[in-house]
């Protein structure tokens, strides 16, 4: 075992941890704060990557600045579907196992939309940074999972700061721990969870333009991140978005040290067994109250 | 409320049922017009899920194929239908298509879909009513069967497992000085576990050292630490079996990391379709791929380029891949052997069209086809190509010859390999 090849691959691994968290941030968010099942959330990220390819195919506008623009669009489509999910579902008490249907409904429609317009074949984006890399010591960093990375912590600092220093992040935090008192202090918990599902759904915006920028992507490539979505928001703690980027980054490392010394093929079941084991001796996460 | 909630389950289930019904319900169902029954072609094939970027492209040629053959008065003086399913790219719906298809669609014959892992499934209901079966680019599907109506269209070749990747190690093999290392890569699914496992014959046959042999699991989001982890083993040869989107992801992280062999590639699937072409660009250059046709002069067969002009169009419209170089010629010509037996035959009766399949060779669209005992190729076409002077990312550049040379089997050669790898970047 050398120790570039050590270093490299902890760099490795932190770069795709921010990536995880650039897209399992909705997550947290809808199920860990809000409690909302949202298993359609990689979809809206598959929807995010569309985006990118459009804009980047038809205008060469690079896909960051495509997933920064459209997530307004995301946000009011979240709102929307939270309002659907509320009217149909929560308010009726019947969101457990019929809310769980809806999303998997929504993930199947938005699929097959994307199908029908765009068809099946994969699609990429041009980016005069990917493909190249620089060096910083011994580590050389890929710009593809670089610009991923930053928009990873960006997108968690900003959601990070918005819930802990604005009245609606509060409101938010309140909303998932008592929404009677929420209710008592003259908030609407509705309207707050409107939003809050709102800011979950325009993550994901800016999360698909970095997935497309790492890879390609075709409609259904979304299920493959259901599993590792939901273990991070679970290892990190629920609702805690310092503790989903924590669970990303370690996460991302340990698949990338497992990649690197024991080989690929272990990488998903070692990454799950570090769930089980941080859920056997802390039940509510790493950071979980 | 109760109703209300169902109301809206019933909803979306209804919207998601007439989305999937607007899928299915295309162009390839061409009313019945002849006034003998038609000769009806059942099949089942990828038309969403993982592999449905080829199977809609073959289906699309599979069309072309039956509107060629009925421009010309059909087959036996009756028109063709396809009847096709979407498999959905899963296994497990295989059988109950193929039933349905025999049993309630009564076709005349059936076809594969595409893929290793769809053909498998289909082959007990075929085997038990003995009838006829094209494959569609399955590896290696009749060794344990062992079925004589079976035929493959894709030309591995005799000892399927093998003949795949022999092609590479032997250019490996008459390099000076021959190489020593190699390393072996591969995704963790069916075709590439089969491609590696026949590599690693290949290499030790060809006294090769093996220096790393490890998969990966088919979600993988990064490539880069195993391609680190290749560097590390400095391999003379790296060998990989992948899909195509981990063709995609490993061609960039050995680019990112520096990962620079001697000879680079192998069974890379997805190396041959425009989008990773277009986008991988430059950076292909070097690397030798498998492949079974590309428009060199050697392998300018008669009707493949009227074939692909036609193709070229309605891939523009359908969405799917717009060269057309890799799975429809092919999805065109398997037809093409079926629909030429029933024609000398004179019959569909399923034993008389695969007594003559087995003994006959066909003219088609991607050269002559004679098929061996086992039902696979009698002789093995894999070509190896490499890459060479890539400069940009258009498109136009691959619809000509050029860009991606032969230099495998020597009977199809169209040029000299550059080696090592890094001497045609």
Redesign the interface.
């Known amino acids: 075992m050398s120790y570039d090849l050590l270093l490299n691959a902890v760099a490795a691994g932190l770069l795709l941890g921010g990536f995880y968290a650039a897209v399992s941030l909705g997550i947290s968010v809808a199920f860990g704060l809000l409690d909302v099942v949202n298993i359609a959330h990689p979809v809206f990220v598959i929807l995010g990557a569309y985006a990118a390819y459009v804009m980047n195919a038809r205008f060469g506008w690079d896909p960051v600045l495509t997933g920064l623009v459209f997530t307004p669009v995301f946000y009011l489509l979240g709102m929307a579907v939270y309002r659907v999910y509320y009217a149909s579902f929560e308010r009726k008490g019947e969101e457990a196992l019929r809310g769980l249907v809806f999303f998997f409904g929504i993930m199947f429609i938005v699929e097959v939309l994307l199908i029908l317009v765009y068809g099946v074949d994969y699609r990429l984006v041009e980016a005069p940074y990917i493909g190249e890399s620089f060096h910083l010591g011994p580590v050389s960093i890929a710009y593809r999972l670089f610009v991923p990375f930053l928009g990873g912590v960006l997108l968690a600092g900003g959601v990070y700061l918005f819930l802990g220093n604005t009245f609606f992040g509060r409101a938010i935090q309140g909303v998932s721990q008592d929404s009677l008192a929420l209710r008592l202090m003259g908030a609407d918990p509705i309207r707050i969870k409107t939003i809050a599902f709102g800011i979950a759904i325009a993550t994901a915006s800016l999360a698909g333009s970095l997935l497309i920028i790492i890879g390609p992507v075709e409609p259904s490539i979304g299920r493959e991140y259901i599993g590792r979505v939901f273990a991070i928001a679970v290892l990190g703690g629920m609702g805690s978005i310092g503790g989903t980027f924590a669970a990303s980054l370690i996460l991302g490392v340990v698949e990338s040290l497992t990649s690197t010394f024991y080989g690929p093929s272990w990488s998903t079941a070692v990454s799950f067994g570090v769930l089980l084991l941080v859920l056997a001796l802390r039940p509510a996460g790493l950071f979980g109250r | 409320?109760?109703r209300?909630?169902r109301f809206?389950?019933g909803g979306?289930?209804l919207?998601?049922w007439l989305?999937?019904a607007?899928?299915l319900s295309g162009p390839w169902a061409p009313p019945a017009q002849a006034a003998e029954k038609p000769i009806k072609i059942g099949f089942g094939m990828a038309?969403?899920?993982?592999l449905?970027?080829n199977?809609?492209a073959a289906l699309l040629s599979m069309q072309i194929w039956a509107e060629d053959v009925n421009a010309k008065g059909g087959l036996l003086g009756r028109k063709v239908d396809l009847v096709v399913y979407d498999d959905q790219t899963k296994p497990a719906s295989v059988p109950a298509i193929y039933t349905k298809l025999l049993d309630v669609d009564k076709v005349d014959f059936v076809v594969s879909g595409y893929g290793t892992n769809l053909i498998a499934p289909a082959m007990p209901i075929v085997m038990e009513r003995g009838l006829v079966f094209m494959g569609l680019f399955g590896l290696a599907v009749n060794e344990k069967f062992k079925y004589p109506g079976y035929f493959q269209i894709m030309p591995a070749g005799p000892e399927p497992a093998l003949d795949w990747t022999r092609g590479f190690f032997e250019i490996a093999a008459q390099q000076k000085p021959k190489p020593q290392t190699v390393a072996l890569v591969g995704a963790?699914a069916e075709f590439a576990i089969n491609a590696v496992a026949g590599a690693r014959e290949n290499a030790k046959k060809m006294g090769l050292k093996i220096v790393y042999d490890?998969?990966?699991?088919?979600?993988?989001?990064?490539y880069?630490?195993?391609a680190?982890?290749i560097k590390?083993t400095n391999p003379d040869v790296v060998f990989v079996g992948s899909y195509?989107?981990d063709s995609?992801?490993m061609v960039?992280?050995a680019?990112?990391?520096?990962l620079k062999p001697k000879l680079f590639g192998g069974g890379m699937v997805?190396l041959q379709?425009a989008?990773?072409l277009t986008?991988l660009g430059p950076?292909l250059n070097g690397i030798v791929n498998y492949d079974f046709w590309v428009p060199e002069p050697t392998l300018n067969f008669p009707g493949i380029e009227a074939f692909l002009k036609k193709y070229q169009v309605k891939a523009a419209k359908?969405?799917?891949?717009p060269l057309g170089h890799y799975l429809p010629p092919w999805s065109y010509a398997y037809l093409e052997v079926l629909g030429q037996a029933v024609t000398a035959t004179k019959s569909t009766d399923q034993k008389k069209v695969a007594g003559y399949i087995r003994s006959h060779e066909f003219t088609t669209i991607i050269g002559k086809v004679k098929f061996g005992s086992n039902g696979e190729w009698a002789t093995s076409r894999v070509l190896q190509i490499q890459f060479q002077g890539i400069k940009d990312?258009k498109l136009d550049q691959f619809h000509r010859p050029g860009k991606r040379i032969v230099v495998y089997p020597e009977q199809w050669k169209s040029g000299k390999i550059q080696y090592p790898y890094s001497s045609a970047k």
């Open positions: 409320m109760k209300t909630g809206w389950i979306w289930m919207t998601a989305a999937a607007a899928l038309l969403t899920g993982g449905a970027a199977g809609k963790d490890k998969t990966y699991p088919p979600a993988t989001v990064d880069t630490p195993i680190r982890a590390a195509p989107p995609v992801g960039q992280a680019h990112e990391v520096g997805g379709y989008a990773f986008k950076k359908a969405g799917v891949d990312s």
